[in-house]
């Protein structure tokens, strides 16, 4: 089976019932691609989730031990690689216990298929403000899955989601980035939303602007794209009524800088 | 072991590894009181359940079922119960497949001790304002265990959470109502907060009304409780620096009420 699971540093065979992951989504999960054996942005993985850790007060496991068996479950080969983080298990009740060991477990999945663009919608779910736990990629995620919902109910890939003041902040499971008046830029995430690894690499390239959106901007803008450090950057060529009929060579480009810094993301490379 | 699992209506001895409220908080659950082998409120606990279930289109599991292995896990005597039902195993990626059957478990826990009065605080950790999920027991319960965190540090017994308007809602694990003008309130529950099977029943009793409760409003009140369906109604005996040295008449009226409609709140009854 392509799942391994920890309590602190031993190998466990199952999840505990009282694990507080599964009790009140108590957790910090990563999704990373992983090429030829390797993840190549494990460390800007690691940044994240230690950032999650410490808004929880929750204890890691060592370092070292992550990557190693992460490494070992990829075997040299490509997929997608899941790591889990929970407070472990405890009392009934929400004040987490300091004192039991983390779980965490990492499971391997296949790559999804390489598409050219995506169709997306605006979901009428909208994402809540909680500054406390804005940016980080943990378990309470019902708001994703309720949009997520939309998503498939509409038959397209993707949908955008926005904070309740109606300002554009994500996808479902990416970042979001748009070109207007020469300017690459991307929500804000003070208040909602998950700051993704590959939202980090792109601000970069792209020397963008963190910015209010409102979906205006996001409909009228000259490209859209979607991002994240799984699936890499995704065009979007429909979103509702409005249409992008031709991908942006803007973004064509971002996508050749992706593959020559991180040969996983190059679609000629996937089988290797 | 005081725990039983099951996948739809079997059996089962472990939670799965892909089970989606490990992944997600894609849950609900309930904490009940049972006495002499019953739930006395079990079905007020299951309108709620359905109602969560109907919001995040979760299926359940059959219904006397539920019942039939609630009162075996109680075994004739007392105890908290708690019911904890997930989406159930499933895909990596948000959209919820909808064939997967669900993931239930109860577990029996010792009733908490029975205290006369509480000591709370005002947390600073706030309840974001999401109308899809608000009133639910649902598994996202993040902001309750940074709060409970703040509640353990202060040393009190529990604590008291505003939304980002800085209403107050609720505690962390009970519901509200303060008594002003001869009349007894709790808060509104549209964005935010769990609508607790106690508040139903004490919103009967007292004829309360339903309200926006300013901070000011709650510490200037002539008699505050907290309540929730396992601790029963819980005086208010110090909020930050404001006291209520006397439990009001009016609370220990509310007490003997509930201890005659439901003697399993009665303290004398605690051992049968």
Same mark, same amino acid.
């Given at each position: 089976?392509?799942?391994?699971?920890?309590?602190?540093?031993a190998?466990?065979?199952?999840?505990?019932w009282?694990?507080?992951?599964?009790?009140?989504?108590?957790?910090?999960?990563?999704? %990373?691609?992983?090429?030829?054996g390797?993840?190549?942005?494990?460390?800007?993985?690691?940044?994240?989730?230690?950032? =999650?850790a410490e808004a929880?007060?929750m204890?890691?496991?060592?370092? *070292?031990?992550?990557?190693?068996?992460?490494?070992?479950?990829?075997?040299?080969?490509?997929?997608?690689l899941?790591?889990q983080?929970?407070?472990? =298990?405890?009392?009934?009740?929400?004040?987490?216990?300091?004192?039991?060991?983390p779980?965490? %477990?990492?499971s391997?999945?296949?790559?999804? $298929?390489?598409v050219? $663009?995506?169709?997306?919608i605006?979901?009428?779910?909208?994402? $809540?403000?909680?500054?406390?736990? $804005?940016g980080?990629?943990h378990?309470?995620?019902?708001?994703?899955?309720l949009?997520?919902?939309?998503?498939?109910?509409?038959?397209?890939?993707? =949908?955008?989601?926005?904070?309740?003041?109606?300002?554009?902040?994500a996808?479902?499971?990416?970042?979001?980035?748009?070109?207007?008046?020469?300017?690459?830029?991307?929500?804000?995430?003070?208040?909602?939303?998950?700051?993704?690894?590959?939202? &980090?690499?792109?601000?970069?390239?792209?020397? *963008?602007?963190?910015?209010?959106?409102?979906?205006? *901007?996001?409909?009228?803008?000259?490209?859209?794209?979607?991002?994240?450090?799984?699936?890499?950057?995704?065009?979007?060529?429909?979103?509702?009524?409005?249409?992008?009929?031709?991908?942006?060579?803007?973004?064509r480009?971002?996508?050749?800088?992706?593959?020559?810094?991180q040969p996983?993301?190059?679609?000629?490379? &996937? *089988?290797s």
């Amino acid at each position: 089976m392509n799942v391994r699971m920890f309590l602190g540093d031993a190998l466990v065979d199952a999840v505990a019932w009282d694990d507080r992951g599964l009790a009140y989504g108590e957790s910090l999960f990563e999704t %990373m691609r992983g090429h030829r054996g390797r993840v190549p942005w494990w460390m800007a993985h690691m940044v994240r989730l230690r950032r =999650g850790a410490e808004a929880l007060a929750m204890p890691l496991p060592d370092a *070292a031990r992550m990557q190693q068996e992460a490494e070992a479950l990829l075997d040299g080969g490509v997929g997608v690689l899941k790591l889990q983080l929970t407070r472990g =298990g405890g009392m009934r009740g929400y004040a987490p216990a300091s004192d039991a060991p983390p779980f965490w %477990m990492l499971s391997r999945h296949p790559l999804p $298929a390489s598409v050219d $663009a995506l169709d997306a919608i605006w979901c009428e779910t909208r994402l $809540a403000a909680q500054p406390r736990l $804005a940016g980080l990629k943990h378990g309470n995620r019902l708001e994703q899955v309720l949009a997520g919902a939309e998503v498939r109910a509409a038959g397209v890939d993707e =949908g955008l989601m926005r904070d309740g003041e109606g300002h554009a902040i994500a996808a479902t499971a990416a970042n979001l980035f748009i070109l207007a008046d020469g300017r690459w830029r991307t929500p804000r995430l003070q208040s909602c939303g998950v700051a993704g690894v590959m939202r &980090e690499w792109a601000l970069g390239e792209l020397e *963008a602007d963190i910015a209010t959106l409102t979906p205006e *901007a996001v409909e009228t803008a000259d490209a859209v794209f979607l991002c994240n450090a799984v699936r890499g950057i995704l065009p979007v060529r429909r979103l509702g009524a409005k249409a992008w009929p031709q991908v942006h060579p803007e973004i064509r480009d971002l996508q050749a800088r992706l593959a020559r810094a991180q040969p996983g993301f190059d679609p000629s490379q &996937e *089988a290797s």
